[in-house]
């Protein structure tokens, strides 16, 4: 017997049924190129948020040399932006946020407040996020860097020249690898996508997506350190380089 088409009505329920891809659903906090200048963005996708409020929330801003030794380096308010400047050629930079304890309500509401003050919250976290930009060559792999207790570094020294081409990374929590944590390989540009997952070691490769700005993005729930006002801590950590264009 021929199996019956499937109508509209029906294929419109089948389909609902099917799990959505997850978003982030969490801002970060990544560099960027800004009229020329170097500045720390705070947003999500194409959300590119008031960064200047945020100031008082960034705890580290460090940038390191080629040889991974300290560069002086600060945050400048200039309009809407924060700048980074530095004491010399920083071949990478670095910041890490944090961002408080958010509960989300049974109606959908964000409140900047812990469970202990909102008992019927359908999640309560504590928010930290980091950013590192690999500005110039490595000439060696990406150390652990003070402050950031999740990392996603390339495994090796060596970054893609082209988009499309494969790039392994390794996620780390506390210096340790981490399995199943969640990879966003555009944080800019499809913040909505399905996440890759790590293996047991840690790793993912991925595919270069852009010939410019590239911001990959790693999200890890950890355990909460204030149980009564926070269910987890949850981690984003994002890694940021720029593939030149061709010469004009």
Do not use: C
């Not at 580290?60 to 308010?77: A, K, N, S």
């Not at 964000?110 to 919250?121: T, Y």
């Not at 495994?155 to 929590?173: E, K, M």
């Not at 006002?229 to 004009?248: C, G, I, Y």
């Amino acid at each position: 017997m021929r199996a019956p088409k499937l109508t509209t009505t029906i294929l419109v329920t089948v389909l609902a049924a099917l799990p959505a891809a997850p978003a982030a659903q969490a801002h970060g906090i990544w560099f960027a190129q800004r009229a020329t200048q170097l500045a720390l963005i705070y947003g999500v996708g194409a959300d590119d948020l008031d960064s200047v409020k945020r100031q008082p929330l960034v705890t580290r801003i460090d940038g390191y040399d080629e040889d991974w030794q300290p560069v002086p380096t600060t945050l400048r308010v200039a309009g809407p932006l924060l700048l980074v400047d530095s004491e010399g050629a920083a071949n990478v930079v670095a910041a890490v946020l944090f961002n408080g304890i958010w509960s989300k309500t049974p109606e959908g509401e964000w409140l900047k407040k812990g469970r202990d003050e909102v008992p019927n919250a359908v999640v309560a976290e504590k928010n930290y996020k980091y950013a590192v930009q690999i500005r110039g060559p490595l000439t060696s792999p990406v150390p652990l860097l003070a402050g950031h207790s999740l990392q996603v570094v390339p495994v090796g020294t060596a970054l893609p020249a082209l988009l499309g081409r494969p790039l392994r990374l390794r996620v780390l929590f506390q210096g340790k690898p981490v399995a199943g944590a969640r990879v966003l390989t555009d944080f800019v540009n499809d913040p909505d996508a399905r996440p890759l997952l790590t293996a047991k070691d840690g790793t993912v490769t991925i595919k270069v997506r852009n010939q410019g700005l590239n911001v990959i993005a790693a999200i890890y729930n950890g355990p909460s350190d204030e149980p009564t006002k926070a269910d987890r801590m949850e981690h984003l950590a994002t890694l940021s380089f720029v593939l030149p264009h061709a010469p004009e």
